[in-house]
């Protein structure tokens, strides 16, 4: 006989009624409910609210586990989710893991806002995505007091279409790791307030955001930084400048300013390995006294060996160019190229015949988006082939209708693989994407990966 007590007699009736229903042992009832409970938590809204209904015991799980509360995706009619927002909070225990407003309509006022974040179950709440276009007028006063409330135990924060107020430059956040700014009003005492209140900050994004002229960065967390200034004229100073005078831990730096004429100086950054660079781009990225605007090298005094992963947005196909910036990146490891337009001829045997003696290309993988298989392309492309001694793995993508056994073996020939100069290198054509969307990252957690280029 069995030894136990009542609760090993549930989980053997739990177990039981699993059997009955062809599903096997239930063992994952036989959790504890606190596990059940951050697993819940992880759900969807409307998925972990759905676990009422799996069994008795589940009922009051999805109630006392911390509330994942995103609107997104909980009504089919905009004027429905005031109504399920409220009932939701009001059933639920708290605390608060997550809430995430929709970017755009709003179809509740401020003081209903209000009420939501000053609910026991959003209490202690880790993450919070708020959203309320400045067209709406969302008020000062509720916006700090809502941060307020929350800057103790936030861990990630999203801000978006918000003014924030200068009350925020008494504020500590002590457990904030990820912080996006979007399209948000701030002042420039006021931003580096907060980022200095941020003594774990790893990940800031900055996309679009006005009211200040320069960011610096003193930071020992930081691993990740991505801004976007604004191109078109908004009330208040532009975004000019970013200084990162001290980042010991940086690891990422993505500077997605296209038509803005940013200035980004880089000083103490010894584990900066990822970087993206834009050939149309007026903005400047300054390593001390070495200047590269767009993706063209102006000035190579130095050399800055922690790069190692590199993406290039060239509107035109040049070898030349990346051949600088390999000059400016000697320990450059992974090379991701999306052009546009084929460009010069790149023939490269005989003026770059030097470079090929005396600079070891270290690079072990390169990622070409939008291979045609032109002259230029292939000229380009068969520099690497034969000279990339280190290579590993070299991907090409290539058109839907190119994709057939006559393209590919011509080009296979033409690229002269057979040739190749690491003979373990791997080749690929495919046709989906191979590059990351770079200028569609809206996600901190897009941008925060040891590769934030691969796709």
Not at 58 to 80: K, Q, T
Not at 170 to 184: D, H, M, W, Y
Request: proline share 5%; hydrophobic share 40%; aromatic share 8%.
């Amino acid at each position: 006989m069995e030894a136990g007590g009542p609760s090993s007699g549930r989980r053997r009736r739990r177990r039981r009624v699993g059997e009955v229903h062809g599903g096997g042992t239930d063992r994952i009832s036989d959790l504890p409910d606190d596990v059940l409970g951050e697993i819940i938590s992880l759900l969807p809204t409307k998925e972990g609210a759905r676990t009422q209904i799996l069994a008795s015991r589940w009922r009051h799980l999805w109630r006392s586990a911390p509330l994942n509360l995103d609107f997104r995706g909980l009504v089919n009619r905009e004027d429905e989710l005031a109504g399920v927002v409220s009932r939701i909070l009001s059933s639920h225990q708290g605390p608060g893991r997550r809430f995430c407003t929709p970017r755009r309509p709003i179809s509740y006022g401020a003081d209903t806002l209000d009420a939501w974040l000053r609910s026991p179950a959003v209490a202690n709440l880790e993450e919070l995505y708020l959203c309320y276009p400045t067209a709406y007028h969302l008020p000062v006063q509720l916006l700090s007091e809502s941060i307020s409330r929350f800057s103790t135990t936030l861990c990630g924060a999203t801000i978006t279409s918000c003014q924030l107020p200068d009350v925020l430059q008494g504020l500590q956040f002590p457990n904030l790791k990820q912080l996006t700014l979007e399209e948000v009003r701030i002042s420039e005492c006021s931003l580096q307030h907060m980022i200095a209140g941020c003594p774990v900050l790893e990940c800031l994004m900055i996309h679009e955001s006005f009211g200040f002229s320069c960011v610096r960065i003193n930071s020992v967390s930081l691993r990740s930084i991505s801004v976007r200034a604004q191109y078109y004229w908004r009330d208040g100073p532009e975004f000019k400048q970013l200084e990162i005078d001290n980042a010991p831990s940086l690891e990422s730096l993505l500077q997605l300013v296209f038509r803005s004429h940013l200035h980004v100086s880089v000083n103490f950054t010894p584990k900066l390995e990822s970087l993206y660079c834009h050939s149309y781009s007026p903005a400047k990225i300054m390593f001390g006294s070495t200047v590269i605007q767009g993706a063209k090298i102006y000035s190579l005094t130095t050399a800055v060996h922690s790069i190692k992963i590199l993406a290039v947005d060239m509107g035109i196909l040049s070898l030349d160019t990346v051949i600088d910036l390999m000059k400016c990146f000697p320990s450059l490891e992974k090379l991701y190229i999306q052009t546009s337009n084929s460009g010069p001829n790149n023939l490269w045997l005989r003026k770059h015949k030097k470079l090929i003696r005396c600079h070891d290309i270290r690079l072990k993988k390169i990622v070409f988006e939008w291979y045609w298989g032109i002259r230029s392309q292939i000229n380009f492309v068969t520099f690497f082939v034969l000279n990339a001694s280190a290579l590993e793995s070299m991907t090409l993508r290539i058109q839907d209708r190119d994709y057939n056994e006559k393209f590919l073996a011509e080009h296979r020939r033409k690229l002269q693989l057979e040739n190749r100069a690491s003979r373990g290198a791997r080749f690929q054509f495919i046709t989906n994407m191979c590059v990351r969307n770079i200028r569609e990252i809206k996600d901190i957690h897009d941008f925060n990966l040891p590769d934030p280029f691969a796709c």
